[in-house]
C-alpha cells in the first residue's frame, strides 16, 4: 500500500481545508487511517484516525469538534475535513496505516509523504 496526502495550503484563522488520503493497492478492513501532523520545531502529532472496516474515529481533543474524519471505500480514500482553523493547526499534515486504533505514530507502518497546511491570523 502507497498513501498520497492532498489538500494542502494557506488559509486565514477560520477557514476550511479538506485533506485527502488517496491509497493505492489493497486496503484491508482491520486497517486503520492516521492523521498526524508536524509543526516547525515540534513533534509528530496525533490528529484523528479511523478504521477502514467499521468506520471508528478518535480525534485528538484540540480538533474534536472541529475536524472530521471519513474514508470512501469506493475510492480508497480517507478525508479530513478542517472547519474553524486556527494558526496553531499550521504543520504538515500526513497518513499513516497502522493495524489498530493508537495515537501513536510509531504502531503505523505506512507513511505517506505530507502536506502543508499552513493557518494565518
Known amino acids: 500500500v502507497q498513501l498520497q496526502a492532498s489538500g494542502g495550503g494557506e488559509v486565514q484563522t477560520g477557514g476550511s481545508l479538506r485533506l485527502s488520503c488517496a491509497a493505492s493497492?489493497?486496503?484491508?478492513?482491520?486497517?486503520?487511517l492516521g492523521w498526524f501532523r508536524q509543526a516547525p520545531g515540534k513533534n509528530v502529532d496525533f490528529v484523528s484516525l479511523i478504521s477502514w472496516g467499521a468506520g471508528h474515529t478518535m480525534y485528538a481533543d484540540s480538533v474534536k469538534g472541529r475536524f472530521t474524519i471519513s474514508r470512501d471505500k469506493a475510492e480508497n480514500t480517507v478525508y479530513l475535513q478542517m472547519n474553524s482553523l486556527k494558526p496553531e493547526d499550521t504543520g504538515v499534515y500526513y497518513c499513516?496505516?497502522?493495524?489498530?486504533?493508537?495515537?501513536?505514530?510509531?504502531?503505523?507502518?505506512?507513511r505517506g509523504q505530507g502536506t502543508l497546511v499552513t493557518v494565518s491570523s
Open positions: 493497492g489493497r486496503t484491508y478492513s482491520s486497517s486503520v
Open positions: 499513516a496505516r497502522g493495524r489498530y486504533r493508537s495515537r501513536g505514530s510509531e504502531d503505523y507502518d505506512i
